[in-house]
């Protein structure tokens, strides 16, 4: 049998240890500061693990058997790990806590296999620009207009949302309700997925890949970190419950390899021609956001009680916070 590559070693053993803390904070709860703290360190841990996990899997000599085998896995863990949280464990029990876990670990598992799927179908790492480029307009125009397939989801199936989205869990506190998981935040998977695709296609073009990670992690933690420090505030119509975190991470790559890229005639024409469709689609979608929120009906202040765990700003029911 042959052995695993380095690469794929360290993806398999983080992989392991956010299993275990998924497993920790689903069944253990802390006193009300400890648990504060250790929800925003969370925000770090399961921010920073899978984009460095996507990282050092990336370096490993990727073929399409090897993409599909992770996608196909992936998926299996994924839908059984739903499957069973609903129907065998039930809400809020303890076998949830463990099968939501093992969706957690196969979200990371297939956004792995597509994004080095998608790698090796790009041949000319020039083409890298358009690819970022487009993503950070059509991302914009995902999570800001409002009727966008991401925004119903996100806003009428918030129980879709916990079974789709990579999550951070926060630490519970002694004075939590209720058993089971609680999410900090949510991340689009898609955003894993084009993070393994770059790494991929940096490492196999032997572009700045290790500065482009030194970059990345500190940048999603401090915007990820907005979202949620600032969820209830509004600038205009974008709310920073809701922001699109493929801009971070298309900048960030762009900017950090810029000098590797040598863009001649034609392609510079294209790029300027997916530059233009990308603004328009952010474009539109903060149009159709200005839109809504100018037709949104002004409501009376109202006071409320909760019993919500003074640890988890996210309350069941409303929008996941996160990109």
Same mark, same amino acid.
């Given at each position: 049998?042959?052995?695993?590559?380095?690469?794929?070693?360290?993806?398999?053993?983080?992989?392991? +240890? !956010?299993?275990?803390?998924?497993?920790?904070?689903?069944?253990?709860?802390?006193?009300?500061?400890?648990?504060?703290?250790?929800?925003?360190?969370?925000?770090?841990?399961? *921010?920073?693990?899978?984009?460095?996990? $996507?990282?050092?899997?990336?370096?490993?000599?990727?073929?399409?058997?090897?993409?599909?085998?992770?996608? /196909?896995?992936?998926? *299996?863990?994924?839908?059984?790990?739903?499957?069973?949280?609903?129907?065998?464990?039930?809400?809020?029990?303890?076998?949830? #806590?463990?099968?939501?876990?093992? #969706?957690?670990?196969?979200?990371?598992? @297939?956004?792995?296999?597509?994004?080095? +799927?998608?790698?090796? #179908?790009?041949?000319?790492?020039?083409?890298?620009?358009?690819?970022?480029?487009?993503?950070?307009?059509?991302? $914009?125009?995902?999570?800001?207009? =409002?009727? /966008? =397939?991401?925004?119903? $989801?996100?806003?009428?199936?918030?129980?879709?949302?916990?079974?789709?989205?990579?999550?951070?869990?926060?630490?519970? /506190?002694?004075?939590?309700?209720?058993?089971?998981?609680?999410?900090?935040?949510?991340?689009? =998977?898609?955003?894993?997925?084009?993070?393994?695709?770059?790494?991929?296609?940096?490492?196999?073009?032997?572009?700045?890949?290790?500065?482009?990670?030194?970059?990345?992690?500190? *940048?999603?933690?401090?915007? !990820?970190? #907005?979202?949620? !420090?600032?969820?209830?505030?509004?600038?205009?119509?974008?709310?920073?419950?809701?922001?699109?975190?493929? *801009?971070?991470?298309?900048?960030?790559?762009?900017?950090?390899? @810029?000098?590797?890229?040598?863009?001649?005639?034609?392609?510079?024409? &294209?790029?300027?021609?997916?530059?233009?469709?990308?603004?328009?689609?952010?474009?539109? &979608?903060?149009?159709?956001?200005?839109?809504?929120?100018?037709?949104?009906?002004? !409501?009376?202040?109202?006071?409320?009680?909760?019993?919500?765990? =003074?640890?988890?700003?996210?309350?069941?029911?409303?929008?996941?916070?996160?990109?």
């Amino acid at each position: 049998m042959r052995e695993l590559s380095p690469g794929l070693k360290s993806f398999f053993f983080i992989a392991a +240890l !956010l299993f275990a803390l998924r497993i920790i904070f689903g069944f253990v709860a802390f006193p009300v500061p400890v648990a504060i703290v250790l929800s925003f360190i969370n925000t770090a841990v399961f *921010v920073g693990l899978p984009v460095y996990a $996507m990282f050092r899997a990336a370096s490993h000599g990727w073929t399409a058997s090897h993409g599909l085998a992770f996608l /196909s896995a992936g998926i *299996v863990l994924h839908i059984g790990g739903a499957v069973l949280a609903r129907y065998v464990a039930g809400q809020g029990s303890q076998g949830e #806590v463990a099968f939501m876990a093992i #969706v957690q670990t196969g979200i990371l598992a @297939w956004t792995l296999g597509i994004g080095t +799927l998608l790698s090796l #179908v790009v041949r000319d790492k020039n083409l890298m620009i358009p690819i970022a480029v487009f993503l950070v307009g059509f991302d $914009m125009f995902l999570v800001f207009n =409002p009727d /966008s =397939p991401t925004r119903r $989801m996100l806003e009428n199936a918030p129980a879709v949302t916990q079974n789709v989205l990579a999550t951070v869990p926060a630490a519970k /506190s002694t004075e939590t309700p209720k058993s089971g998981v609680y999410d900090l935040a949510r991340v689009g =998977p898609a955003d894993l997925l084009f993070a393994a695709t770059f790494f991929t296609l940096m490492f196999r073009f032997e572009m700045r890949a290790k500065k482009t990670l030194a970059w990345l992690i500190p *940048v999603l933690v401090v915007y !990820l970190l #907005v979202v949620i !420090l600032f969820s209830g505030i509004s600038i205009g119509p974008i709310s920073l419950a809701m922001l699109p975190a493929m *801009v971070p991470i298309g900048l960030t790559v762009l900017l950090v390899n @810029w000098r590797e890229f040598k863009l001649q005639g034609q392609e510079i024409v &294209g790029v300027v021609l997916v530059t233009a469709l990308s603004v328009a689609l952010a474009a539109f &979608g903060l149009y159709r956001a200005k839109q809504a929120d100018a037709q949104r009906p002004e !409501l009376p202040a109202a006071t409320s009680t909760t019993d919500a765990d =003074p640890t988890v700003p996210e309350q069941e029911g409303s929008p996941p916070p996160g990109p």
